[in-house]
């Protein structure tokens, strides 16, 4: 009988768990079973002065009244109400019709279940308070309500912050923070940590694919492919249930989606989204609207639910969630929260430089201007085993390759540090891969002959995890003095070398490890708290190195997330380096990432009809050989300008004039287009066969340069000619439309028979692409 009592001991916290976990994912926020009241007892709705915009901004931006609250942002409008102890979402209104998007019920989830010394018990929050918040981050102010509520037991404390920028058309705001006021370490099991109910409205979800090796429905050169659309289009019915989930795994198109869900109307619509490398956005469909809500759950290949632990009097702070709303189509939607995001989230090295993103090559051309702004030293710098085992010694960050000694040294430099005086002279940056792998030898070995960072002086500051064969393990930057140690010497390393540029690669944030520091041994909470560590190490490089500017990496795109996009200059777009399968990419991702944070690097051999490597292959009809490889160059250099332009080639060929001739125009018109400018998807996603296309415009641009649509005829099948209508221009202005290949085609017309009537555009040839300039006179 003793035994019998026992298991039961052990089995009823167990099942405890495992009830309130199952109720949280899938009872907590379900539009259908009544979880919230169906009219709310608190003051916001009563009170009319919450609803009054010009009443609100008289009051800075957010009024408070009772247990309510309503914030402004510069196009829209929330409320938020206390009912029960429960938080809701009470109204989000939209920038022209003012129409509520909520549900009447549309809880805030806040987290529910934790255990203290392995006794599991759910929180009841008890609300305590409510007061505005204000701050200024990246220059622009800020202001909301933050309410805190107290545990009824007395263990924790939460805060939920919502605030808005007043001056900025964009998304609202959600940090949530919970302290651990006990004298125990607690585990949290928060599930859900925001919610959102929006009001059944039909139309379709839109979720977009990371693609972070390659595009979906692409073939690569070497037969390589991954189906799909890129984007997702799920009707919004009764039922319905879809997962949007994201996480750091670097292997080809392995780590998800871009954390963000549009609810798309078509002349209307929301969004929620999360700034954060891991988590899921759960969507569910009922007769009463549409949930969202928000989790770090199932990001690993468990796929577990997310818990850590937090110290006695320690703070645990969860990611941002944005929410949003818009009047529109869709592109005019992302338009709105892409530019908030430049201007309020992007690094200052970015956002404050109207030179960035700047023109980059691979240490190919050495430091022939052509026009190009920055250098990239590759993967294996380090090494001096360029033919055998070129992965060795990742950690040490010491030139040993003879290819590089050998280029520097014709400039007369034997060290980096003279190679990044002498880039510096010439006003170049000097970007270096520097890899958070262990320090290994030929023999795969953990070596400490080569400085500190490495498994033998330190075994517990890298992970179980390595990539590939012969690389080094991955850091764990959960552990804060191997993040204390990687901020003083990657701060030395740059500044006594000269080297401005960081760029990374393969899993700089561990998807897992065997360790336990901040985070459990193998825990779900591994990608969470390796996030943290290595945001922290960022933020530090950036304060004391003058000029830093870190291009993220890893394996192409799989750090392609809002969070990376906080940190990063500029983001790998995908890996494949191939023209016609990046223009996909490129084309879902602004969706989601603003233009000038997503680097294109082609690899021209793909573009060039005289390599081996020249994929897809196009018909060339009667054009000469001079006239076919001059459009499908064209296309290849075209595609990178789209965003921020990297060139290459695998086999060394300098296409110096194209290097000249585009360096030159994207930094004197592409590129103050895409730091500014509205992106339309004006033509249907790139597939190889169909005209493909996107428009940039800037109707408020300071020079004659309004706008361009940059244009591709992949294959005959396309047709000769294809109709396109503008977007974004003044309907009152005229406007003069210059072909960049075609000038007989130039014309005049205002804004508003661009926009309505549109345009045509013709190109003869059985391929080749076009650049249409948009200015005003």
């Known amino acids: ?26 009872i907590g926020v379900d539009p259908n079973l009544g979880v919230c009241p169906a009219k709310y007892r ?104 933050v309410y805190s509520f107290k545990s009824a037991c007395g263990r924790f404390a939460l805060r939920v912050t919502c605030l808005a920028r007043p001056e900025l058309a964009g998304p609202f705001e959600f940090r949530t923070e919970l302290q651990n006021l006990g004298d125990k370490t607690a585990r949290i099991y928060p599930g859900s940590f925001a919610s959102f109910v929006f009001a059944p409205d039909g139309g379709e979800l839109v979720s977009i694919k990371k693609e972070s090796g390659m595009s979906e429905g692409y073939t690569h050169y070497d037969g390589m492919r991954f189906e799909g659309s890129g984007i997702y289009r799920e009707p919004l019915e009764n039922g319905k249930k879809y997962t949007t989930w994201v996480n750091t795994h670097q292997s080809f198109n392995n780590s998800g989606y871009l954390p963000m869900v549009y609810l798309d109307g078509g002349d209307r619509g929301c969004y929620a989204a999360l700034e ?58 992302s338009n709105t929260f892409k530019q908030w995001f430049f201007a309020c989230k992007a690094p200052a090295t970015l956002r404050e430089n109207a030179n960035e993103p700047l023109t980059q090559m691979d240490f190919q051309s050495g430091l022939e201007t052509y026009g190009i702004e920055a250098v990239k030293w590759d993967y294996g710098w380090w090494s001096a085993d360029t033919l055998g085992n070129w992965r060795t010694l990742e950690g040490s960050w010491q030139l040993r390759n003879p290819d590089y000694i050998g280029a520097i040294g014709e400039y007369g430099c034997d060290t980096i540090a003279d190679f990044g005086a002498l880039a510096k002279s010439q006003g170049k940056s000097l970007t270096a891969y520097v890899l958070l792998h262990d320090t290994r030898d030929a023999d795969g070995e953990p070596t400490d002959a080569y400085g500190e960072f490495n498994s033998k002086s330190h075994p ?29 010497a990657m701060a030395d390393f740059f500044n006594n070398n000269n080297v401005t540029t960081w760029r990374s690669d393969f899993e700089p944030i561990c998807y897992s490890s065997d360790k ?101 292959k196009a018909e060339q009809g009667d054009m000469t050989d001079e006239a076919f490889a ?52 004006i033509l249907p996603r790139p597939d190889g066969v169909h005209w493909d296309g996107v428009q940039y415009a800037d109707a408020d641009a300071e020079g004659k340069l309004k706008g361009a649509a940059i244009l591709f005829k992949p294959s005959s099948e396309a047709g000769e000619t294809v109709h396109i209508t503008l977007r974004g221009l003044d309907p009152a202005a005229e406007y003069t439309l210059v072909f960049e290949d075609r000038p007989a085609q130039n014309f005049t017309a205002s804004g508003a028979s661009l926009m309505t009537d549109g345009l045509a555009v013709t190109i003869p040839d059985p391929v080749g692409s076009e650049i249409v300039w948009v200015y005003q006179y």
Request: net charge negative; aromatic share 12%; charged share 20%.
């Open 276 to 333: 954060w490398s891991s988590g899921e956005l759960c969507t569910k469909c009922g007769r009463n609207g549409t949930a969202v809500s928000v989790d770090l759950d199932c990001v690993t290949d468990s796929k577990k639910v997310f818990s850590t632990r937090v110290g006695a009097g320690e703070t645990f702070r969860f990611p941002s969630v944005y929410l949003g709303a818009y009047d529109g189509s869709l592109d005019e939607g």
């Open 42 to 145: 608190g003051s916001y709705d009563s009170l009319d002065a919450l609803r009054d915009n010009d009443a609100l901004r008289a009051q800075g931006g957010v009024l408070i009244d009772g247990v309510a609250a309503a914030i402004l942002s510069g196009d829209s409008r929330i409320g938020l109400d206390v009912s029960g102890n429960q938080l809701f979402v009470t109204q989000l209104c939209s920038p022209e019709t003012g129409k509520n998007r909520l549900s009447e019920n549309s809880p805030f989830a806040l987290p529910t279940l934790a255990s203290v010394k392995g006794a599991f018990f759910r929180v009841s929050w008890r609300f305590e308070s409510l007061g505005k918040y204000e701050e200024t981050e990246n220059g622009a102010s800020a202001v909301g309500a």
């Open 460 to 488: 517990d500051w890298f992970s179980d995890r390595y990539i590939d064969l012969g690389m080094g393990n991955t850091a764990d930057l959960g552990n804060e003095e191997c993040v204390a140690y990687l901020k003083t």
């Open 516 to 616: 336990e520091n901040r985070h459990d041994a193998s825990g779900t909470d591994v990608q969470y708290w390796c996030t943290v560590g290595f945001g922290e190490l960022v933020d530090s490089l950036h304060e004391n190195v003058p000029g830093f500017r870190y291009e993220s990496c890893s394996s192409g795109g799989s750090m392609k997330d809002l969070f990376t996009a906080t940190k990063a200059v500029v983001i790998n777009c995908d890996d494949a380096a191939n023209y016609a399968g990046m223009r996909a990419t490129f084309y879902d991702s602004t969706y989601v990432i603003h233009p000038a944070q997503l680097q294109m690097p082609c690899n021209s051999d793909f573009a060039n009809p005289g390599k081996d490597l020249f994929h897809p």
């Open 1 to 26: 009988m003793k035994k019998k009592n026992k298991l039961r001991a052990v089995a009823w916290p167990l099942l405890l768990v495992l009830f309130l976990l199952t109720f949280m994912k899938n």
């Open 630 to 681: 001059d459009a499908m160059i064209d296309m290849g250099f075209r595609t990178q300008c789209l965003g921020a332009p990297m060139f290459s080639s695998w086999t060394g060929t300098l296409l110096t004039d194209y290097y000249a001739e585009y360096a030159e125009m994207f930094k004197t018109k592409l590129r103050p287009l895409v730091r500014a400018g509205e992106l339309y998807h």
